[in-house]
């Protein structure tokens, strides 16, 4: 039973000469704890898993308080519970703060010997790093898997093999990851280690559906019953349920679409059960594309407006872009050309102020038919209007457009004077309150003060439904 860690060492007060030894007995057991979490993490029992994450949802904040103290004074420290804390960053889709937080700890404590058990942790870490990192750096997550190869043992090696070869399938180097697949999957064998072998298999069977030809479905088919036969050994949870969003994928490229269905029923009921929300993500995305294969696209359009609610919330910036560019050709599909040409921009916006070059191989002739669709200055004019808009905007531009009629509560500005407009679309263009007092040349009191009137006129009670308000009324 793991202890509640603020309760540890309560009881009485210190002076300042015992601080730092009480930081120091605070941060040895929160490695010890952490780490029984950790375990528990890697279960194959969903309610252990459960257990570990509610435990670390209720003392996070006293962990976060030791960690930082360890990246300081105890650099063994800092390292074990950072990366003892990447399984439950990337299940809360914490990515971005869990991948910071790590590889600050990495940074901080070099490698020990290839043999001790403090290097063990150090591989672990590269392999929790490249989990953490996001889709636009593939180098670094490339050389994070390459380190666990090079000082791994076979597990570990299976592990970084399989997930390389899944981030190279997704960058489109498809001969490096069919070989990547393809090591894990005998290192995983040789090593006797089923969640190795079903995360090399899932690849392969995602690899197979990628040139489209009827051998290659076969294959795929092919690939896909093993990975089934794996997913019935005792792997981790969270193994399984990743491999079943790489199933999901794999059954609709090949037209099983029934089983498809049932596939990610299974994982979205498992991954919401315990929160595990990057795979809720992805799994809503699958669940959105068969549904617009149905032609149910209300129902698709439920499952985009959760998955854009999710990422809002977390803040993961690569399901957010997805999110953005699902929704765009949603609209592109129903008849909502000016829409879809306000999200494309925006997102081709945001990738240009991240430094990416934006990828429009696949919906080029979309796009071109939505801006053909539209009066000239119209089209000019929906894309002027997505250039402008923050990340944050067009997700809650997602979410108003994905909304079910009866969910979207009309709001008016109509009410509302000059100023307050201002102050709205301020609000929806990112800006928090210390940045608009300075940009208005007036106190921090009178913006808080403007925006409490706005909510008593308009209902809007969170700064995302005034991003909304902006958004119908055209401020933005």
Same mark, same amino acid.
């Given at each position: 039973? %793991?202890?509640?860690?603020?309760?540890?060492?309560?009881?009485?007060?210190?002076?300042?000469?015992?601080?730092? $030894?009480?930081?120091?007995?605070?941060?040895?057991?929160?490695?010890?704890?952490?780490?029984?979490?950790?375990?528990?993490?890697?279960?194959?029992? !969903?309610? =252990?898993?459960?257990?570990?994450?509610?435990?670390?949802?209720?003392?996070?904040?006293?962990?976060?308080? *030791?960690?930082?103290?360890?990246?300081?004074?105890?650099?063994?420290?800092?390292?074990?519970?950072?990366?003892?804390?990447?399984?439950?960053?990337?299940?809360?889709?914490?990515?971005?703060?869990?991948?910071?937080?790590?590889?600050?700890?990495?940074?901080?404590?070099?490698?020990?010997? /290839?043999?001790?058990?403090?290097?063990?942790?150090?591989?672990?870490?590269?392999?929790?790093?490249?989990?953490?990192?996001?889709?636009?750096?593939?180098?670094?997550?490339?050389?994070?898997?390459?380190?666990?190869?090079?000082? +791994?043992?076979?597990?570990?090696?299976?592990?970084? #093999?399989?997930?390389?070869?899944?981030?190279?399938?997704?960058?489109?180097?498809?001969?490096?990851?069919?070989?990547?697949?393809?090591?894990?999957?005998?290192?995983?064998?040789?090593?006797?280690? /089923?969640?190795?072998?079903?995360?090399?298999?899932?690849?392969?069977?995602?690899?197979?559906?990628?040139? +489209?030809?009827?051998?290659?479905?076969?294959?795929?088919?092919?690939?896909?019953?093993?990975?089934? !036969?794996? #997913?019935?050994? *005792?792997?981790?949870?969270?193994?399984?349920?990743?491999?079943?969003?790489?199933?999901?994928?794999?059954?609709?490229?090949? !037209?099983?679409?029934?089983?498809?269905?049932?596939?990610?029923?299974?994982?979205?009921?498992?991954?919401?059960? &315990?929160?595990?929300?990057?795979?809720?993500?992805?799994?809503?995305?699958?669940?959105?594309?068969?549904?617009?294969?149905?032609?149910?696209?209300?129902?698709?359009?439920?499952?985009?407006?959760?998955?854009?609610?999710?990422?809002?919330?977390?803040?993961?910036?690569?399901?957010?872009?997805?999110?953005?560019?699902?929704?765009?050709? &949603?609209?592109?599909?129903?008849?909502?050309?000016?829409?879809?040409?306000?999200?494309?921009?925006?997102?081709?916006?945001?990738?240009?102020?991240?430094?990416? *070059?934006?990828?429009?191989?696949?919906?080029?002739?979309?796009?071109?038919?939505?801006?053909? *669709?539209?009066?000239?200055?119209?089209?000019?004019?929906?894309?002027?209007?997505?250039?402008?808009?923050? #990340?944050?905007?067009?997700?809650?531009?997602?979410?108003?457009?994905?909304?079910?009629?009866?969910?979207?509560?009309? =709001?008016?500005?109509? $009410?509302?004077?000059?100023?307050?407009?201002?102050?709205?679309? %301020?609000?929806? !263009?990112?800006?928090?309150?210390?940045?608009?007092?300075?940009?208005?040349?007036?106190?921090?009191?009178?913006?808080?003060?403007?925006?409490?009137?706005?909510?008593?006129?308009?209902?809007?009670?969170?700064?995302?439904?005034?991003?909304?308000?902006?958004?119908?009324?055209?401020?933005?």
């Amino acid at each position: 039973m %793991l202890r509640t860690l603020r309760s540890y060492g309560h009881g009485r007060l210190v002076d300042a000469g015992e601080e730092a $030894e009480a930081a120091a007995a605070l941060a040895r057991f929160a490695v010890a704890v952490t780490e029984q979490a950790s375990a528990d993490l890697e279960a194959s029992d !969903q309610d =252990r898993e459960l257990a570990a994450l509610q435990w670390l949802d209720a003392e996070y904040a006293t962990v976060r308080q *030791a960690l930082t103290w360890a990246l300081d004074h105890d650099a063994d420290a800092a390292l074990r519970i950072a990366t003892a804390l990447g399984p439950w960053w990337r299940q809360r889709g914490r990515l971005a703060e869990g991948l910071e937080l790590l590889t600050a700890a990495a940074g901080r404590r070099p490698p020990a010997g /290839p043999t001790s058990t403090d290097d063990r942790t150090h591989i672990r870490a590269q392999l929790w790093l490249g989990y953490l990192s996001g889709y636009g750096d593939l180098a670094g997550s490339v050389a994070r898997y390459s380190a666990v190869c090079a000082d +791994g043992d076979r597990q570990e090696c299976a592990d970084a #093999l399989a997930a390389r070869a899944f981030r190279r399938f997704n960058a489109g180097q498809t001969a490096e990851a069919a070989e990547d697949a393809r090591r894990a999957l005998i290192l995983a064998r040789e090593a006797r280690y /089923p969640a190795g072998e079903a995360q090399a298999l899932a690849v392969l069977a995602a690899l197979s559906v990628t040139a +489209g030809g009827r051998e290659d479905q076969a294959e795929a088919l092919s690939w896909a019953g093993q990975v089934q !036969q794996a #997913l019935a050994a *005792a792997i981790p949870a969270w193994v399984a349920r990743w491999c079943r969003m790489i199933l999901t994928h794999v059954l609709i490229e090949v !037209q099983e679409l029934d089983q498809a269905r049932r596939t990610c029923a299974e994982g979205l009921a498992q991954s919401r059960a &315990v929160g595990d929300l990057t795979t809720v993500i992805n799994l809503l995305s699958l669940a959105m594309n068969l549904e617009w294969l149905a032609g149910r696209m209300e129902d698709a359009r439920a499952h985009l407006r959760e998955a854009a609610d999710i990422t809002a919330r977390i803040g993961d910036q690569t399901a957010l872009r997805y999110c953005i560019d699902q929704c765009a050709l &949603v609209c592109a599909a129903t008849g909502q050309p000016a829409e879809a040409l306000t999200l494309w921009a925006a997102l081709t916006a945001d990738l240009e102020r991240a430094g990416q *070059a934006p990828d429009t191989a696949d919906d080029r002739e979309l796009r071109h038919r939505s801006a053909r *669709a539209l009066p000239p200055g119209q089209a000019r004019e929906a894309t002027d209007r997505g250039t402008r808009m923050t #990340l944050t905007a067009a997700v809650e531009f997602v979410v108003m457009l994905t909304a079910r009629r009866d969910e979207e509560t009309a =709001r008016s500005a109509a $009410e509302l004077t000059e100023r307050e407009r201002e102050l709205v679309t %301020l609000v929806a !263009q990112g800006h928090t309150n210390a940045q608009i007092a300075a940009q208005l040349f007036i106190s921090i009191r009178t913006v808080a003060s403007h925006l409490d009137r706005i909510r008593d006129k308009t209902g809007c009670r969170r700064r995302a439904d005034l991003t909304r308000l902006a958004l119908r009324e055209g401020l933005v």
